[in-house]
């Protein structure tokens, strides 16, 4: 196969994501696959009393983040948006705190997991904060009835944001 066949073909979407909601979700994806590196760091290096338990728990965390990474960069890819995971974009753009390299106690690990958890619902919270603020002044500015159930379909179903 040549470079001349290997071309990207052209794709025609019903629906192009702006700038602002391109970057919001870019915004959650970064945080979210973040989250579940951080988090299998942690899983893999905790130490000390009931460590087992929470070594469990962490699985469980990186199992929700990684799910919900995929189904952002997939909802990205449906309104024509394009997610990128790159490991220099994630470490330069996330807001998860940076978890130490070597071993951490039980209490720690809990601490920074809490803490990272928390750093994504921020940003959650903020991305779906200004999308409620933008879809007011789009309605009111005579916006795509259409366009603006679509957006909020796409949003709310990532199931990362409550409707409202």
């Excluded at 196969?1 to 994806?29: K, W």
């Excluded at 705190?97 to 803490?115: F, H, M, Q, R, W």
């Excluded at 603020?133 to 709310?156: I, Q």
Aim: net charge negative; with cysteine.
């Amino acid at each position: 196969m040549s470079a001349e066949t290997a071309a990207t073909p052209s794709v025609s979407f019903a629906f192009t994501a702006s700038a602002a909601l391109s970057d919001s979700l870019q915004r959650v994806l970064v945080d979210l696959i973040a989250l579940g590196v951080a988090t299998k760091q942690a899983h893999w290096n905790i130490v000390g009393e009931n460590f087992r338990d929470l070594h469990l728990n962490f699985d469980e965390v990186v199992d929700i983040a990684r799910e919900g990474s995929d189904e952002v960069a997939e909802r990205m890819r449906a309104i024509n948006a394009v997610p990128d995971g790159r490991p220099a974009t994630v470490a330069a753009d996330a807001t998860v705190p940076s978890l130490p390299k070597d071993e951490i106690t039980v209490s720690e690990g809990v601490a920074y997991v809490v803490s990272a958890i928390e750093a994504v619902v921020s940003t959650l919270r903020g991305v779906h904060d200004a999308a409620r603020r933008r879809r007011r002044v789009e309605r009111w500015s005579a916006g795509d009835k259409r366009r603006d159930t679509f957006v909020t379909f796409a949003v709310v179903s990532a199931g990362c944001f409550p409707p409202g």
